[in-house]
């Protein structure tokens, strides 16, 4: 996959370059979409990578564990590594991780990266527990939803959080009302990039 085009981003005062397909469409595999519709939404940059990625960015990490879910072109772990944190990108997509794996070298930065799906998690449970969950418009769908809700827990460590970013997808609301229902404590924090989103902060009750 050689046709890709460069994007610099700023992030938390530097810039970070993310390499990136020049044409998701042109990705479109038909012989995957009939197996688990799968779809190369990894291939772009989403508005939400960027919102959780600025507000991981102005922290500093200190070294935490950080495991990202669905992650595509891998901004949000950019910007955790860039802050400090020891960074897990995972997608479902091979395409994906290698692609983050890619952007993490060209911008000088340390993550390691898994293909892995949510609905098979053994692996990224096994290497938890994690003190930072980051995912990025992953709601898009009801089934995501579904697998991740009951996973978030199996995968924080005590005191752990989640920073999910979402667009406002209608598959969203129902999640965010399950998981307060499930009891956890979700916070949500406007975000520019997101006009009829945000970026929600997710915690295990104390
Ligand atoms: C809309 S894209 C968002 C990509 C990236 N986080 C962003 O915001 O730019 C959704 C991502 O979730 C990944 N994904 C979808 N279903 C998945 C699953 N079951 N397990 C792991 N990753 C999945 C896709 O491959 C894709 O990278």
């Given at each position: 996959m050689e046709d890709l085009v460069e994007e610099v981003v700023a992030i938390a005062g530097r810039d970070l370059t993310l390499l990136r397909p020049r044409d998701a469409e042109a990705l479109l595999d038909d012989?995957?979409?009939?197996?688990?519709?799968?779809?190369?939404?990894w291939a772009e940059l989403?508005?939400?990578?960027?919102?959780?990625?600025?507000?991981?960015?102005?922290?500093?990490?200190?070294?935490?564990?950080t495991l990202e879910l669905g992650c595509g072109l891998g901004?949000?772990?950019?910007?955790?590594?860039?802050?400090?944190?020891?960074?897990?990108?995972t997608d479902w997509a091979p395409d994906a991780v290698a692609m983050t794996a890619r952007n993490a070298e060209r911008n000088?930065?340390?993550?390691?990266?898994?293909?892995?799906?949510?609905?098979?998690p053994e692996?990224?449970?096994?290497?938890?527990?994690w003190e930072l969950v980051l995912a990025s418009d992953v709601l898009y769908e009801a089934r995501n939803g579904e697998a991740l809700l009951p996973l978030l827990p199996r995968l924080l460590?005590?005191?752990g959080e989640v920073w999910l970013a979402d667009p406002g997808r209608p598959a969203a609301e129902g999640f965010f009302a399950r998981a307060a229902g499930a009891g956890l404590d979700v916070v949500r924090r406007p975000a520019a990039e997101l006009?009829?989103?945000?970026?929600?902060?997710?915690?295990?009750?104390?």
């Open positions: 012989e995957a979409f009939e197996h688990e519709e799968f779809l190369p939404y989403w508005p939400s990578a960027l919102a959780l990625a600025r507000a991981i960015g102005t922290r500093a990490l200190h070294g935490a564990r901004l949000p772990s950019l910007a955790a590594a860039a802050a400090g944190g020891r960074v897990l990108a000088g930065l340390v993550l390691d990266t898994l293909a892995c799906s949510w609905t098979e692996a990224l449970i096994e290497r938890g527990p460590a005590p005191r006009p009829r989103g945000a970026v929600y902060r997710i915690r295990s009750p104390a």
